[in-house]
């Protein structure tokens, strides 16, 4: 089948259809579009941009597998709506303030070995590697649901005051979770 010569309408019949090499085509088709969308939100070189424009192509995915005909809209308009609100609730959920610790922290797990010298082997920082996830893994399994909880609250940065409103922990709870937890890390 060649798909270059289908409509739009006809590509997301077949998407529907479960046939999602058809989305390749749509997808290319629809990439300045998308590209478009996501520069009206957010800066060309930012490192969000591809997040955004991935979210675009799910919202293209969506109006592929849910555009209806009969409603009477052509499927640029659906499609170009779908893609612009999944992308400006993408662009919400990472500047809501539940997400901000996320948005500015990186996760233990992902936290790469410095290399120390030159003259180190593969090996060498491989065994590091693996002793250091370890050594986390240990950690986690020492604390507390609630301790883990105060700890990601005390890193995020909230102010103490904010705690029992923002996070849902009684502060008596909270300051006696970062005691224990002050003990653990020594």
Known sequence: MDYFELADEELAAEIKEGNFIAFNELSNRYKSLIEYKVSLIEKK????????????????????????????????????????????????????????????????????????????????????????????????????????????VYLSGMKRSEVAKKAGIELKSYDNALRRLRKKLK
């Open 45 to 152: 070189h930012s490192p969000a941009v591809d997040d955004y424009i991935q979210e675009g192509y799910l919202g293209l995915f969506f109006a592929a597998k849910s555009f209806n005909a009969a409603v009477g809209a052509s499927f640029r308009t659906f499609a170009s709506v779908c893609v612009q609100n999944r992308i400006i609730s993408a662009k919400r959920k990472s500047e809501s303030k539940r997400h901000s610790p996320l948005n500015s922290s990186l996760p233990i797990e992902s936290a790469e070995v410095i290399k120390l010298s030159d003259n180190e082997r593969p090996e060498e920082i491989l065994e590091l590697k693996e002793s250091y996830l370890r050594w986390v893994k240990s950690f986690e399994e020492k604390l507390t649901p609630l301790e883990r909880k105060v700890l990601f």
